[in-house]
């Protein structure tokens, strides 16, 4: 089992920065990609951005929604991958999730976190 702990939510006037962490509790066969998630109040959840675990060539992958603006990256000493978000938006405002797994949309991940809350004031 792999756990997932999210941390680094909070609130924010529109222009300003956040940064989220996601921790695993261990990186298996099971968790070849993190992804991070965002579910706003009354909206279905949403694919943000996605960041493979294993020790090849790097994967990332960004939703058109936050291309330019987030930035996905990873410590695989610390079990760590964060989410830089810049230039935010009303919009961006949410409960956001990591989870790992498959590193394709198409497939559900096998682990989720509790999520941290993003604010975004206009």
């Known amino acids: 089992q792999v756990q997932l702990v999210e941390s680094g939510g909070g609130s924010v006037q529109a222009g300003g920065s956040l940064r989220l962490s996601c921790v695993a509790s261990?990186?298996?066969?099971?968790?070849?990609?993190i992804r991070w998630f965002r579910q706003a109040p009354g909206k279905e959840r949403e694919g943000v951005a996605t960041?493979?675990?294993?020790?090849?060539?790097?994967?990332?992958y960004y939703t058109d929604p936050v291309s330019g603006r987030f930035n996905i990256s990873r410590d695989n000493s610390k079990n760590t991958v964060y989410l830089q978000m810049n230039s935010l938006k009303p919009e961006d405002t949410g409960m956001y999730y990591c989870?790992?797994?498959?590193?394709?949309?198409?497939?559900?991940?096998?682990?989720w976190g509790q999520g941290t809350q993003v604010t975004v004031s206009s």
């Open positions: 989870a790992a797994g498959d590193c394709r949309a198409t497939v559900a991940p096998n682990y």
């Open positions: 261990q990186y298996t066969s099971r968790t070849n990609c």
């Open positions: 960041i493979s675990t294993d020790s090849g060539p790097t994967y990332i």
